[in-house]
């Protein structure tokens, strides 16, 4: 069987072949490069437009501090343990598990990559709002501060079947074009000064958004836990947005993992990539609820509530057009670097598993993800009425993939980390300055992360 192949459209591709001749494997060119392609992985539409509604939909801070909690704790120890396995194997999840632990485990990585194709699935629909409103912020037809208008739009945007399903192809196949032609390596290159571009630009609205008359009421909301509204289905969906929002449970950090050199400083990088993916939620929230507030949008709105209040925000800005077009093209590429790491490794599982050829792979991918993500897109119009378990398709999507199979994939990977190989995960942090962590990554492996996940299932399902 083939190893993962270190083609040129390998995700993020490494920045710097190792010089050794007997590593097959590259690796990336400095733990820089490494934290910023998982960063880029872990930045994207989870953070600017999942995170607002769901904290929207579930109370404000009481929420944001659910969610923290659950991204310092067990998000950072699942992001040590996935980028473990793939530093000690350098191959991907299914390959990975196998050759540590046998045939069994193998079956834990192919669920963990039929979920990262399911989330790519409805992934892939909202990354074709981004388009369509990309082409509206050029074309200038989406500003107006008539939030009214606005929701009216989105609704009729999302619920026209050739709209919808014409932005989504126009998405997905920038993806295939991105993973069948590796011109990662570019962006990566660009993403040094794209991501960093997305960050000053989310400040830059949030100092608008803050100076909105009535915006401070969003950002008490935001920022004052009350605890008395959380419920079961709170926990749930914090508990799930930190796996989404740090690309966890799905098998993509141990490949990105897998490319590290052996010095590399893992317990760091972690933290790194957590405090980045985190810090992107924090500032999209603060960017977009106070301005919720403000216009007096329901902060429960739901999935349009970032397409909803920007263009608004866009509209009280001077040059607001060309804000709006820097927006909608950062908010692009940081979900095109999000979905490429989605579609690689479905794709790198055919060939590896399958000796696929790589061009066969990538079409299989892209003709399987239109097919399955075609009914998501159409649950916002035709199929709205299509419910199952009371949830329209796309919300059943999004809640089995983020809030079910992803901490369960989490469960295993800590299981596996914390008693299965344990004396061998131990190892590679040998030597690292975090040798005070070890213990304690070991307590929220196989104690925190199980009864947190159990116990927030127990509570809402
Ligand atoms: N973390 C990405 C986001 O927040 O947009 C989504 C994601 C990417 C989830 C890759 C899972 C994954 F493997």
């Known amino acids: 069987m083939s190893h993962l192949p270190i083609s040129p459209a390998a995700p ?10 007997e590593a097959s494997r590259a690796t990336w060119g400095s733990r820089l490069g490494f934290v910023l392609a998982a960063a880029g992985s872990a930045v994207g539409l989870g953070a600017v437009w999942k995170f607002p509604y769901v904290v929207g939909q579930h109370g404000g801070g009481a929420f944001l501090a659910v969610y923290l909690a659950c991204v310092l704790t067990l998000g950072v120890a699942l992001l040590l343990a996935e980028m473990t396995i793939g530093r000690l194997t350098g191959q991907s999840i299914t390959t990975a598990l196998r050759m540590l632990s046998g045939r069994g485990w193998a079956w834990v990585g192919r669920v963990a990559t039929f979920n990262a194709f399911a989330i790519l699935s409805f992934y892939v629909v909202v990354g074709g709002w981004t388009v369509a409103y990309l082409l509206r912020a050029l074309t200038g037809t989406v500003l107006t501060h008539d939030t009214a208008t606005l929701v009216s ?12 399903l014409t932005s989504m192809g126009a998405f997905l196949g920038l993806t295939a074009l991105i993973v069948a032609a590796g011109v ?10 794209l991501m960093p571009a997305l960050f000053l630009l989310m400040l830059m609205l949030i100092a608008r958004a803050l100076t909105l008359p009535g915006a401070m009421a969003g950002v008490a909301w935001f920022l004052t836990p009350d605890f008395s509204v959380i419920s079961g289905g709170t926990l749930l969906e914090a508990l799930g947005l930190a796996f989404f929002s740090l690309s966890l449970g ?4 141990v490949v990105y993992g897998s490319y590290l050199p052996k010095d590399a400083r893992l317990a760091g990088s972690a933290v790194w990539v957590a405090t980045l993916a985190t810090l992107a939620c924090f500032l999209a929230g603060l960017m977009i609820l106070p301005a919720v507030f403000a216009f007096g949008v329901a902060p429960n709105a739901g999935p349009g509530l970032t397409f909803i209040t920007m263009p608004a925000i866009f509209a009280q800005m001077p040059f607001g ?12 590429f940081a979900a095109l670097t999000s979905s ?3 579609f690689e490794p479905v794709t790198a599982f055919l060939i590896d598993e399958y000796q696929w050829r790589r061009s066969t792979a990538v079409i299989a991918v ?11 897109a159409l649950s916002f119009g035709v ?4 419910r199952l378990f009371d949830r329209t398709i796309f919300d059943l999507m999004d809640y089995v993939t983020i809030n079910l199979l992803m901490p369960a994939g989490g469960l295993c990977v800590a299981f596996f980390v914390g008693a299965r190989i344990w004396p061998k995960a131990r190892a590679v942090l040998e030597g690292s300055r975090a040798q005070w962590f070890v213990p304690l990554w070991r307590v929220l492996l196989l104690v925190l992360t199980p009864v947190a996940i159990f116990g927030v299932w127990y509570h809402s399902l």
């Open 340 to 342: 490429v790491s989605l």
């Open 383 to 386: 199929w709205s009425d299509v």
């Open 366 to 376: 892209l003709v399987g993800t239109f097919l399955f993500g075609a009914p998501a």
């Open 184 to 193: 990662q390596k570019g962006i990566e290159r660009a993403g040094k000064w």
């Open 250 to 253: 799905a098998g993509m950090i």
């Open 153 to 164: 739009e989105f609704s009729a945007f999302t619920a026209n079947p050739v709209a919808s």
């Open 12 to 21: 993020a591709a490494p920045a710097a072949q190792s010089t050794s001749e």
């Open 321 to 332: 057009h060309i804000v709006a077009v820097a927006f909608f093209l950062l908010l692009l």
